[in-house]
């Protein structure tokens, strides 16, 4: 149990589906991140969080769409995906103070 | 632009070896360098943290340490075992305020029982 929770863990969706990926953290954070994993690719950042702002945004395309209702949630919203979209993501918290992030299981995602 | 290369992508060593995992970075100015593992399919699990201010972390059998000024930082696994067979990542912090990460592709390393 790492303290940050990723669900659904797998999902596979059409090219024309709307689905979304939750995170939770019960680490008492105020920072989160989406990052991706892509087959024999480095984790790559999407988005930041910061206080419920984003403050980063790695030019990521539109049919990602991240929310941020709380410090303790975060969402990725995904819509008309392309096939290379497919990969494991992750969710990571941080507090703004203290240097070390931990991470949740992943989803891993596949684009039919 | 901040750039973390691992070296070697994968590594197989016998039980009981002692082993020596390399990362680089290219802009010397990080805030931090974490260490994680990765088992296949699943999630990071932090290892060790080094803050700008130091040297080096000990956690068990795991030590990093930290060169800032030649852009290094290694991770030594003392008398492997084969539950040490995971990715092994590196990711420095380029800035102070946000932690965000930028990752090494990582080192595959087996341990062979």
């Known amino acids: 149990e790492t303290g940050v929770t990723q669900t659904p863990r797998h999902l596979v969706m059409g090219m024309t589906n709307k689905k979304s990926l939750k995170c939770e953290q019960h680490l008492g954070h105020n920072a989160m991140y989406w990052y991706k994993q892509s087959a024999k690719k480095p984790l790559e950042l999407m988005f930041v969080?910061?206080?419920?702002?984003?403050?980063e945004n790695n030019s990521v395309p539109s049919r990602f769409s991240p929310e941020c209702p709380n410090s303790s949630h975060l969402f990725l919203h995904l819509h008309t995906l392309q096939p290379e979209d497919s990969a494991l993501y992750l969710c990571?918290?941080?507090?703004?103070?203290?240097?070390?992030?931990?991470f949740g299981q992943g989803t891993r995602l596949t684009v039919v | 632009k901040q750039e973390v290369t691992q070296i070697p992508a994968a590594l197989s060593v016998p039980e009981g070896e002692n082993l020596v995992l390399n990362c680089s970075f290219t802009?010397?100015?990080?805030?931090?360098l974490q260490w994680f593992r990765q088992d296949p399919g699943k999630g990071l699990t932090s290892l060790l943290l080094i803050q700008s201010s130091q040297r080096e972390q000990t956690s068990g059998r795991l030590n990093a340490s930290l060169d800032k000024s030649s852009g290094r930082s290694t991770l030594y696994i003392a008398a492997s075992q084969p539950g040490d067979s995971a990715t092994y990542l590196c990711a420095a912090q380029p800035g102070e305020y946000g932690n965000k990460l930028v990752f090494g592709a990582g080192t595959i390393l087996r341990v062979k029982s």
């Open positions: 969080y910061n206080f419920k702002e984003q403050t």
């Open positions: 802009d010397s100015a990080i805030y931090n």
């Open positions: 990571a918290s941080s507090h703004t103070t203290a240097p070390e992030a931990f």
